[in-house]
């Protein structure tokens, strides 16, 4: 059995750990949902990702650049 990718995870800034185990296994989407919980603006930013020279995927989500009005 092969070993997932290693990934980290930043927003605004800040880098989270991958809270996938060998007991669960979260998509991106997931992972994006349970940030929303403590982040709500996370929820409509977009998704970019990147692999760093040691083979980690990193994921940036990127806040959407809104409009008030």
Do not use: S
């Given at each position: 059995m092969t070993?997932?990718?290693k990934r980290?995870?930043?927003y605004n800034g800040q880098t989270y750990a991958d809270p996938n185990?060998?007991?669960a296994?979260?998509?991106?989407?997931?992972?994006k949902q349970q940030l929303a919980s403590v982040?709500?603006?996370?929820?409509?930013?977009t998704v970019e990702t990147k692999t760093l020279d040691d083979g980690t995927?990193?994921?940036t989500f990127v806040k959407k650049a809104g409009t008030k009005g």
């Open positions: 070993e997932p990718a980290i995870f930043k185990t060998a007991e296994t979260y998509t991106v989407e997931e992972i982040f709500p603006e996370i929820a409509q930013a995927q990193e994921v």
